[in-house]
């Protein structure tokens, strides 16, 4: 893996770092960087901690950052993975490749299971299966009694995530009232926790998808394909392109087309729906979400868009 | 890769980044104000800018987020908003305006470089300020806090120049009792727009607006030309080389630099400086760092590297604010963070708690929630004797309650005590 900061220099100033793409906000990085790997390093006061790793850009994003806090050490994570199994190949596979080169120790826990189980229940075989990774997560977060869990999540994405803390406190069956969170001053973070609590760790609160992207330019992360256009059967309705998959086939009277698209995020099949992009690489893609008019969850996530308080519920059920 | 077909979007949006929060009473707009920095630079997206068309819309729901606080119609958390200009990209902590809610706007200042406090000009009367409006100066003004003072609604009250500096002189006085040295005064109409992105309403006024004195902020953690001070928050062993790995909270460090270390001062001389597993010939306040130390030095979790003059202390003076609904118990036990270290505290005596309303320092045998009071702290373990003005981010601490759990008070050292 490339590094940044392959010259010595001054940082936080930013004038030494290496300059491959001018435009990059290196001092605004910098410090968003140096952020994340200050809450990363203030988990090493956890026994069991895990990434939360999907495969998918932020979760990439993190792990990236992760592996630098540590170095030249190895990061005191285990990668847990809540597999819906609607996810695409290619980014399965990615994720799998990730884990092996970081040496890091890739825990998947299926939705599938926990439906074998009985404690989920799906309305239908093609139902959306992102509420019932909260439920998967729970029991695999009891299982391997991980006392912290780290997610990509961004206080941007959403209006209810916009009032997470960094460490947010979990007991076992209230997850996330917002009235019960601990105020958290200068970055001197309370990481306490009782017997039965858990906490949810959230290092690229203070990013916006545009800073991801840059720094996935200035970094050279590897990401899935399907981040970048490729051409794909799609058809359009209420406004979104729906991809047309054995999950997700066409509805009666709609007419498949073939065209250039990319995802802007990949979670499970049947809820995230691609947007038309030329963008062929990390530079296009940020020059896209620069001057993108529409918000990343409402152009992409079908299940947001049931309902305006969709993600706020899904966080008090244990959602991330 | 080729980076030149970003350039146009791009440039407009690489620079600096400012932290600030927002306060105000319930009514004096502060909502609607936010709304409109979101909404006027074009930050928003368009899906979450559905419904906002037309002459009267409702700004203030743009940043009431839970379902909660819908249903009341207010804020009771703190929230975080970005949004950019062609020079600056922001992050806004928007903390609430209810009163048993100050612990959430100390927390919002405490992760800001300014704070902008809202004032309804139609509401002061006689030169007044509501008890909370001083509650909120009061905050800004312990915590360090550069303020800007937004007159909002002027609209209402014809844009009338006497009624802004009515305002200004009755904070004016105000500021004077808290001790808040640098402070601006805008006269705006968030509902309307004016003076808060373009200029507008009074043709008397010629001073920056909002978004122009935000951009000319200073980011906070510039304190690179402080004294060298490095918590230890974990020790990295790789082969049979100790990194002592940490974030410079002030100063800056290069190999060949001669160090202190922890509460007895060893010296001891840097042999690396390491960002991301990299070496680097220079790091600063803010850099997240691993160090390594030419000699073999007793040094763990919780220790400071820093430079010569350093002084440790087990007791201080402090002022604190009290965020636990669990009152303070005399003789109760707390666990104190400072930097990366955590030891137990006692506070031993209540010198005088605040009276917000008429900002008088009354005696008090208690602290509860809201409390903002002047303690004398001892502490187990020797901590860093800096002063909280000085030196910001080492001159901070957090009480937690042991038993609880609980984030119990923000505290800022203001004396060192024998």
């Known amino acids: 893996m490339r590094l940044a900061y392959e010259h010595g220099g001054a940082l936080m100033a930013g004038e030494a770092l290496e300059a491959q793409a001018p435009h990059v906000a290196a001092a605004r990085l910098d410090r968003l960087e140096a952020e994340a790997v200050h809450i990363l390093r203030e988990l090493a006061f956890y026994e069991r901690a895990a990434i939360m790793f999907s495969g998918g850009k932020d979760s990439a994003v993190l792990l990236h950052v992760a592996i630098k806090a540590f170095a030249p050490a190895r990061a005191p994570f285990r990668l847990l993975h809540i597999d819906t199994g609607h996810n695409y190949p290619e980014v399965i596979a990615y994720r799998d490749a990730r884990a092996k080169e970081t040496g890091l120790t890739l825990i998947v826990r299926e939705v599938e299971d926990s439906i074998r189980r009985g404690s989920v229940r799906l309305a239908s075989a093609t139902a959306s299966r992102n509420a019932a990774q909260a439920v998967t997560l729970t029991e695999a977060q009891q299982e391997f009694e991980f006392d912290a869990l780290i997610g990509g999540a961004r206080r941007d994405e959403e209006k209810a995530r916009a009032k997470e803390r960094i460490f947010s406190h979990r007991d076992a069956f209230a997850p ?113 979400t620069l001057t993108a008019a529409v918000s990343e969850r409402g152009a992409t996530r079908m299940d947001d868009r049931a309902n305006a308080a969709a993600m706020e519920r899904r966080k008090l059920e244990g959602y991330f | 890769m080729d980076g030149g077909a970003a350039h146009g979007a791009a440039r407009s949006w690489s620079g600096q980044q400012i932290r600030f929060m927002t306060a105000g009473s319930v009514d004096d707009g502060k909502s ?93 009367e006689n030169g007044q300020l509501k008890p909370q409006t001083r509650r909120h100066a009061a905050v800004a003004g312990l915590m360090g806090l550069d303020l800007i003072v937004v007159v909002n609604k002027m609209d209402l009250v014809g844009w009338s120049q006497e009624r ?59 304190q690179a030309d402080g004294p060298l001070r490095l918590p230890v928050q974990v020790v990295l062993r790789h082969g049979g080389t100790r990194y002592y790995a940490g974030r410079i909270e002030s100063g800056a460090v290069r190999p060949g630099d001669k160090v202190r270390v922890g509460p007895a001062a060893v010296e001891a001389s840097v042999a690396q400086v390491r960002i991301g597993g990299v070496g680097v010939a220079r790091a600063e306040a ?40 669990n009152a303070w118990v005399r003789g109760r036990r707390y666990r104190l963070r400072q930097g990366a270290l955590e030891t137990q505290a006692l506070i031993e005596d209540v010198r005088f708690v605040r009276d917000m309303s008429s900002l008088a320092e009354a005696p008090a045998s208690g602290l509860k929630l809201n409390d903002i009071a002047r303690v004398s702290i001892g502490a187990r373990d020797p901590i860093l004797a800096d002063l909280y003005d000085d030196l910001p981010g080492t001159g901070a601490f957090v009480l937690f309650d042991p038993d609880t759990n609980q984030t119990a008070a923000a505290g800022m050292i203001r004396e060192i005590l024998p």
């Open chain 2, 286 to 325: 803010g850099a997240s760092v691993a160090l390594e130390l030419a000699e073999d030095r007793d040094l763990a979790q919780g220790g400071v590297i820093a430079d010569a003059q350093v002084r440790y202390t087990r007791r201080f003076a402090a002022d604190l604010c009290w965020l636990d609904e």
């Open chain 2, 32 to 124: 609607t104000l936010i709304g409109r920095l979101l909404l006027d630079p074009h930050a928003l997206m368009r899906d979450q800018a559905a419904g906002l068309e037309g002459d009267d819309i409702d700004l203030a729901a743009l940043t009431d987020g839970l379902e909660a606080e819908r249903a009341q119609g207010i804020t009771i958390d703190v929230a975080y908003r970005y949004f950019a200009t062609p020079r600056t990209s922001f992050i806004i902590a928007d903390a609430p305006g209810h009163e048993q809610y100050t612990r959430n706007m100390v927390t919002a200042a405490s992760v800001s470089d300014v704070a902008v406090l809202v004032i309804d000009a139609a509401r002061v």
């Open chain 2, 164 to 222: 802004f500096d009515e305002v200004r002189t009755a904070f004016g006085d105000v500021a004077g009792l808290l001790g808040l040295k640098n402070i601006a005064f805008t006269p705006v109409s968030a509902k309307r727009g004016d003076n808060i992105v373009r200029r507008g309403g009074a043709d008397w006024y010629d001073g920056p607006t909002l978004v122009e004195q935000l951009e000319s902020a200073r980011p906070r953690e510039s």
């Open chain 1, 176 to 288: 996330g009232s917002p009235r019960a969170q601990r105020p958290e001053l200068w970055g001197l973070y309370n990481r306490h926790i009782g017997v039965g609590e858990n906490m949810r760790v959230f290092p690229l609160s203070n990013w916006t998808e545009a800073d991801i992207w840059a720094y996935i330019v200035r970094e050279r992360i590897e990401l899935p394909s399907l981040y970048f256009t490729h051409e794909r059967d799609v058809v359009r309705r209420d406004g979104l392109l729906f991809p047309v998959t054995q999950l997700t086939p066409p509805q009666e009277g709609e007419v498949a087309e073939r065209i250039k698209v990319r995802f802007r995020t990949v979670g499970d099949i049947t809820c995230t729906c691609p947007v038309e992009s030329f963008a062929a690489d990390a530079i296009d893609v940020l020059t896209e």
